[in-house]
């Protein structure tokens, strides 16, 4: 059992093999990066946001957007590693309870900082990549402020990216979100392209 203000051993046992991945990366692949792919990233994505948990009861699943960007501060021929940024949006349906308005809504928005390594899968012409790290979280519903739940969290997620050109990438990904304050968590599926700058 763990305190509202510590992160799930789930997450931490998560943490600690991201961060041997990055080491090991870094000690075994030498040589320089792909030509034309930078170390700075860009990326977006459109999933579809499953609410778990009891505090989630209420509130419908939807649709989410996001805006990522990153650096690599480790980037060899088969391996990259670094810090990614990044800010996510969705807008969910909630029942009328208090309020007035025949259809509320609660907008959420999830603003990220954590780490991301990828190995380049040459033959399949692809890149696997887990990234994980922390989020605050801030909900609004002007109508159904009951519903609103703002706090903080960590993120944990994966993905298989496939190259259509020398710069950019697309492909599936899974992400969680669990909420350090309750039992809410989010799960995202959906699809993300990424340009490397």
């Given at each position: 059992?763990?305190?509202?203000?510590?992160?799930?051993?789930?997450?931490?046992?998560?943490?600690?093999?991201?961060?041997?991945?990055?080491?090991?990366?870094?000690?075994?692949?030498?040589?320089?990066?792909?030509?034309?792919?930078?170390?700075?990233?860009?990326?977006?994505?459109?999933?579809?946001?499953?609410?778990?948990?009891?505090?989630?009861?209420?509130?419908?699943?939807?649709?989410?957007?996001?805006?990522?960007?990153?650096?690599?501060?480790?980037?060899?021929?088969?391996?990259?590693?670094?810090?990614?940024?990044?800010?996510?949006?969705?807008?969910?349906?909630?029942?009328?309870?208090?309020?007035?308005?025949?259809?509320?809504?609660?907008?959420?928005?999830?603003?990220?900082?954590?780490?991301?390594?990828?190995?380049?899968?040459?033959?399949?012409?692809?890149?696997?990549?887990?990234?994980?790290?922390?989020?605050?979280?801030?909900?609004?519903?002007?109508?159904?402020?009951?519903?609103?739940?703002n706090g903080r969290?960590?993120?944990?997620?994966?993905?298989?990216?496939?190259?259509?050109?020398?710069?950019?990438r697309m492909g599936?990904?899974?992400?969680?979100?669990?909420?350090?304050?309750?039992?809410?968590?989010?799960?995202?599926?959906?699809?993300?392209?990424?340009?490397?700058?």
């Amino acid at each position: 059992m763990t305190s509202a203000g510590e992160p799930p051993r789930t997450f931490r046992a998560h943490g600690l093999a991201l961060g041997l991945l990055l080491f090991c990366g870094a000690c075994r692949v030498p040589g320089p990066p792909p030509e034309g792919r930078g170390r700075e990233w860009l990326s977006v994505f459109a999933a579809s946001v499953d609410r778990r948990g009891s505090d989630a009861d209420q509130v419908d699943d939807s649709a989410a957007f996001a805006l990522e960007g990153g650096y690599d501060v480790l980037a060899t021929t088969r391996v990259r590693a670094g810090f990614e940024i990044g800010v996510s949006w969705s807008r969910h349906d909630v029942p009328v309870t208090t309020g007035t308005d025949e259809n509320p809504k609660l907008s959420v928005a999830r603003y990220q900082l954590g780490g991301r390594a990828g190995l380049d899968l040459t033959p399949l012409n692809a890149v696997l990549y887990v990234n994980g790290g922390i989020y605050v979280r801030n909900e609004n519903s002007n109508d159904e402020p009951d519903f609103e739940q703002n706090g903080r969290g960590n993120y944990l997620g994966g993905g298989l990216d496939f190259w259509y050109d020398s710069t950019g990438r697309m492909g599936p990904f899974v992400r969680a979100y669990d909420f350090a304050d309750s039992d809410l968590t989010e799960v995202m599926v959906g699809l993300a392209a990424t340009f490397s700058l």
